[in-house]
C-alpha cells in the first residue's frame, strides 16, 4: 500500500507537458501545475491568439494567466529527489486500448514486455523480473505480449494444449489424445511445430528466390526504361540536327537558286537594254533623216532640190541588220523547284509511316555498315526469353545461351512457349538498326528472326523457323548454309565458322548473315519489307548436346 501512495506522489509531481518531475513548478488559476519553463513555452506559442488554455482542462483565459510559485510542491520533489525516486513512467509505458496490458500492474496498468506460455500471463519489465531471477522459471517460454493466450487452453479440459492431432489437423491437450483422439495421429506441438518450420523454410526460400527474380525483372525494366529514355533523348537530338541540317541545305539551294537567277536576270537585261538603246538610237537617227526629207520636199527651187537629193535619200542601213530574238525566260526554274518539291513531299510522306515509337531512323537512306567495328556501333544486347522456350532447351548464362537436352528442365505451361520444335525466342523486340552475333559449338542451329505472332503449338509449318512467311532462318549445319523462308530454301556457299553475326535494318527491310572469323564475309542478304518488330530466334539440333549462345559484344 505505502509503494501505491508513493506512486500516486510521483504522479502528482510530475509535469504534464515533459512527463518529468516538475522544475521550479508553478500552479495557473484553474489549479494545474506545470514546470514555469514548460507552460512559459505553452503560453508563448498561444501569444498570438485571442485566448489562453490550459494543456490539461482546455480552460480558457481571456488573459495570460499570471504563474504562481507553488512552495509545497517544490518540496515535494525536492525531499523526493533525497529519496533517489524518480518520476511516474511516460505515458507512451502505459497501455492503451491496443496494447497488452501486464496483468499484474495494480491501478493503471503498464504496456506488457513479454508473455509466458505456461503462466499464460503477461508481465511488463518490473513483473518480469522473477522468471529472470528464479530457477521455478527457467523452463517457461516466454514470447512477444500477445492478447490469444487464452486460444491456448483446451476449452474441454482446461488445461494447456501441448499437442498436435495431424488427423484433425488441431491443436489438443494431453488429455484430448487419451480420449477422442487417442487413435488418431498425435504428436507433440513442438515436433508439428520443427516439421512446419522446416517447410516453412522452403517456403521462405522459394519466395526470396522469387523476390530475387523480381528484383532481377524489375532491375531490367529500369535499365529498358533507361535504355528508352536514352534512346528517345538521342533520337530527338539526332533527328533534330538531320532537320536542322536538312534545312540549312535547302536554304543554301534556295539561295543559289536565287543568285543564280539574278544573275541571269542582270545578263539578260543588260542585252535587252543594250539592243533596246540601239533601236532607240536607230529611231532618233531615222526622225532625223525623215525631217530633212520632208524640208527638202518642200523645197520649191527644183536645182536645189536636185543638188541635195542624192545626199539626203541615201540611208545607212548598217542598223537594219539588228533582229529581236526570243530572249530567256524563268518558267523553267519553277517547274524544277516544283518537280523538287513534289519528291520531297512523295520521300516524307512515304517514309514518315517508318517513324513510330518504338522505331525511328533517319528518313534517308544511309550506307550499310563495311567493317566489324561499323557493324558494332548496332550491336545490341539480346536475351532468350524462357517463356518461349521448349521444354527440352536449357537456358543459362544470364538468359544468353540454349542447350539442346534429353533432361526437360522444369518450365510452366506458358502460351508462348513453343511445344513441337526445340525453339526459343528473344525476349528484346527488333526495330531500327540492330546487329548481333551468335555462337555454335560446332553443330547445327538455325539462327533466325520472326514475329510475334507466330505460331508456337504443334509442329506444323507454321511454328518452324523458316517455313513461313513470319520468320527467316539461317541453317547452319556442319556441311554448309542454308537460307530459309516461306518453305523455301536457298543454298548459301561462304567459309565455315562457329560464329555468325547478324544484321537488322528494320525500316529498310534489310536482312543480312556473316560468317566472322578472322575476317567477316557476307554469307546472305534478304531485301524485304517487315512490317512487325522481329524477335531473333534459335533451334540447335544435332547430337551431343548442341547448343548456341548469344555474344557479349564489347
Given at each position: ?9 510521483q504522479?502528482?509531481?510530475s509535469?504534464?507537458i515533459c ?18 519553463d ?5 503560453f508563448?506559442?498561444?501569444?498570438q ?7 490539461q ?17 517544490a518540496?515535494?520533489?525536492e525531499?523526493?529527489?533525497k ?7 511516460a ?8 496494447d ?5 500492474c ?31 522459471f ?16 483446451c476449452?474441454r479440459?482446461d ?7 495431424r488427423?484433425d ?14 487413435a ?12 512446419r ?5 522452403v ?11 523480381r ?11 533507361e535504355?528508352?529514355?536514352?534512346s528517345a ?5 539526332d533527328?533534330e ?5 536538312m534545312i540549312?541545305?535547302m ?7 536565287k543568285?543564280?537567277?539574278r ?9 535587252v ?9 536607230e529611231i ?7 525631217a530633212?526629207?520632208?524640208k527638202?520636199?518642200?523645197t520649191?527651187?527644183h536645182n536645189?532640190?536636185?543638188?541635195s ?13 539588228i ?11 519553277t517547274?524544277?523547284?516544283?518537280r ?24 534517308l537512306?544511309?550506307a ?9 556501333q ?8 524462357p ?7 536449357l537456358i543459362?548464362k544470364?538468359?544468353?545461351?540454349v ?7 522444369t ?18 523486340s527488333?526495330t ?11 553443330r ?6 520472326s ?6 503449338v504443334?509442329?506444323s ?5 523458316g517455313?513461313?512467311n ?22 548459301v ?17 534489310i536482312?543480312?548473315?556473316?560468317s566472322i572469323?578472322?575476317t ?8 524485304t519489307?517487315f512490317t512487325?518488330?522481329?524477335y ?19
Amino acid at each position: 500500500m505505502a509503494q501505491k501512495g508513493v506512486q500516486l506522489d510521483q504522479e502528482t509531481i510530475s509535469c504534464s507537458i515533459c512527463l518529468d518531475l516538475l522544475k521550479d513548478p508553478v500552479t495557473i488559476p484553474c489549479g494545474h501545475s506545470y514546470c514555469m519553463d514548460c507552460i512559459k513555452t505553452h503560453f508563448d506559442g498561444e501569444d498570438q491568439k485571442p485566448i489562453y488554455s490550459c494543456p490539461q482542462c482546455r480552460k480558457d483565459f481571456a488573459l495570460r494567466p499570471v504563474l504562481l510559485k507553488s512552495t509545497m510542491l517544490a518540496e515535494l520533489v525536492e525531499e523526493l529527489k533525497k529519496t533517489g525516486l524518480q518520476a511516474a513512467p511516460a505515458a507512451h509505458c502505459y497501455a492503451g486500448p491496443e496494447d497488452v496490458a501486464c496483468d499484474f500492474c495494480s491501478g493503471r496498468k503498464l504496456k506488457a514486455f513479454k508473455s509466458c506460455l505456461q503462466c499464460l500471463a503477461s508481465y511488463c519489465e518490473e513483473h518480469l523480473q522473477p522468471h529472470y531471477e528464479s530457477p521455478i522459471f527457467k523452463k517457461h517460454k516466454l514470447v512477444e505480449p500477445s492478447k490469444k493466450l487464452q486460444e491456448n487452453i483446451c476449452s474441454r479440459h482446461d488445461e494447456v494444449m501441448k499437442m498436435f492431432c495431424r488427423t484433425d489437423r488441431q491443436s489438443i491437450c494431453y488429455l484430448c489424445s487419451m480420449e477422442e483422439h487417442k487413435a488418431h495421429d498425435t504428436v507433440s506441438a513442438a515436433a508439428e511445430r520443427s516439421e512446419r518450420q522446416k517447410e516453412l523454410e522452403v517456403s521462405r526460400l522459394n519466395i526470396q528466390q522469387r523476390i530475387q527474380g523480381r528484383e532481377k525483372d524489375v532491375k531490367l525494366l529500369q535499365q529498358e526504361l533507361e535504355a528508352i529514355n536514352h534512346s528517345a533523348d538521342k533520337a530527338v537530338e539526332d533527328s533534330e540536327k538531320m532537320f536542322t541540317e536538312m534545312i540549312r541545305l535547302m536554304e543554301k539551294r534556295n539561295s543559289e537558286v536565287k543568285q543564280q537567277v539574278r544573275s541571269q536576270q542582270e545578263s539578260e537585261v543588260r542585252g535587252v537594254k543594250e539592243v533596246e538603246e540601239k533601236l532607240q538610237q536607230e529611231i532618233r537617227e531615222l526622225k532625223r533623216k525623215d525631217a530633212e526629207l520632208k524640208k527638202l520636199s518642200h523645197t520649191e527651187d527644183h536645182n536645189q532640190f536636185l543638188h541635195s537629193y542624192p545626199s539626203l535619200s541615201a540611208l545607212n542601213t548598217s542598223t537594219s541588220s539588228i533582229q529581236i530574238r526570243p530572249r530567256r525566260r524563268f518558267d523553267h526554274v519553277t517547274a524544277v523547284v516544283s518537280r523538287v518539291r513534289d519528291k520531297l513531299q512523295d520521300v516524307l510522306r512515304d517514309k514518315w509511316t517508318d517513324v513510330s515509337l518504338t522505331e525511328v531512323d533517319v528518313l534517308l537512306p544511309t550506307a550499310e555498315p563495311k567493317t566489324r567495328a561499323e557493324f558494332l556501333q548496332y550491336s545490341c544486347e539480346i536475351t532468350l526469353d524462357p517463356n518461349t522456350a521448349h521444354k527440352q532447351l536449357l537456358i543459362s548464362k544470364e538468359n544468353r545461351k540454349v542447350t539442346f537436352t534429353s533432361q526437360q528442365p522444369t518450365y510452366s505451361h506458358h502460351p508462348d512457349r513453343f511445344t513441337g520444335y526445340k525453339q526459343v525466342l528473344s525476349r528484346e523486340s527488333l526495330t531500327g538498326r540492330c546487329y548481333w552475333e551468335v555462337e555454335r559449338n560446332r553443330r547445327g542451329v538455325f539462327i533466325a528472326v520472326s514475329y510475334k505472332n507466330i505460331s508456337r503449338v504443334g509442329r506444323s509449318e507454321d511454328c518452324r523457323f523458316g517455313s513461313n512467311n513470319k520468320s527467316w532462318s539461317l541453317d547452319c549445319s556442319t556441311e554448309g548454309y542454308t537460307f530459309w523462308f516461306n518453305k523455301v530454301q536457298t543454298a548459301v556457299s561462304g567459309p565455315q565458322s562457329s560464329r555468325i553475326g547478324v544484321y537488322l535494318d528494320h525500316s529498310a527491310g534489310i536482312l543480312s548473315f556473316y560468317s566472322i572469323s578472322e575476317t567477316m564475309t557476307l554469307l546472305h542478304r534478304v531485301q524485304t519489307t517487315f512490317t512487325q518488330p522481329l524477335y531473333a530466334g534459335v533451334r540447335p539440333y544435332g547430337t551431343h548436346r548442341p547448343s548456341a549462345e548469344f555474344c557479349e559484344l564489347k
